[in-house]
């Protein structure tokens, strides 16, 4: 049997994810830095790697950097994982913005156990990509085969689907990737300048826009 993960309070489980965050985008994590991406002071910050230390769940000592333990990263990676799926789900499911969807979810992600997540990671999965069971999804020639593929730019506004392929001719692919741009997003257009272009698309709760053209390098599936 899986041994049950330590439950934490609200305020040091943000911690967690705040120093994986961190350590993840800079290689080394601070007090200072902790205090400066929390808005708090550093004797709050002590208090709190004191804490955490205690529990086995960072490795502290003064004036050195802070890392998490082997159980304080898979504490903190559950954390990530429910405010990604939460997120996801206001943003391309509600149609919550992006900016208070990572509000809500962050509010969320402390109170739904793990048992609770998982089963409403495989409904949000259900709802958010239809193509997820397909055994042929993400496959080279999935997008050749699938018979309800079309090109995104063939629906209209309102209209929205999943992504199955995104041809290089789109231009600069890894930057239209950190926009949403990627197999298995859902995407809308949210709506066309008078003159049909450009066109505005929502993905992941944000918006951007693309011409037309552009449009012709991304296949979908309707939903």
Do not use: W
Not at 60 to 73: A, D, H, I, R
Not at 93 to 103: C, N
Not at 189 to 199: S, W
Request: glycine share 6%.
């Amino acid at each position: 049997m899986a041994k049950e993960r330590q439950k934490l309070s609200e305020n040091l489980e943000d911690y967690l994810e705040v120093i994986q965050n961190i350590s993840s985008r800079e290689g080394t994590v601070r007090p200072s830095d902790i205090a400066r991406e929390m808005k708090v002071k550093r004797p709050s910050v002590t208090s709190a790697l004191n804490s955490l230390a205690a529990k086995g769940l960072v490795e502290y000592e003064k004036y050195k950097p802070v890392s998490l333990t082997k159980n304080g990263e898979e504490h903190a990676s559950s954390i990530s994982k429910k405010h990604a799926l939460l997120r996801e789900f206001f943003t391309d499911i509600l149609g919550v913005q992006a900016s208070e969807a990572d509000l809500v979810a962050c509010k969320m992600e402390h109170i739904m156990d793990d048992s609770i997540m998982s089963k409403f990671s495989k409904f949000v999965k259900g709802l958010t990509n239809p193509c997820a069971s397909c055994p042929s999804f993400g496959e080279k020639d999935c997008a050749r085969h699938c018979k309800h593929a079309v090109l995104l730019s063939s629906l209209k506004t309102g209209q929205a689907g999943i992504i199955l392929a995104v041809d290089k001719s789109l231009g600069d692919v890894a930057c239209f990737a950190g926009m949403g741009i990627v197999i298995g997003s859902r995407v809308e257009i949210a709506r066309v300048a008078p003159l049909g272009d450009p066109v505005v698309l929502k993905v992941r709760g944000a918006e951007i826009s693309l011409r037309k053209s552009q449009l012709k390098s991304i296949t979908v599936k309707p939903v």
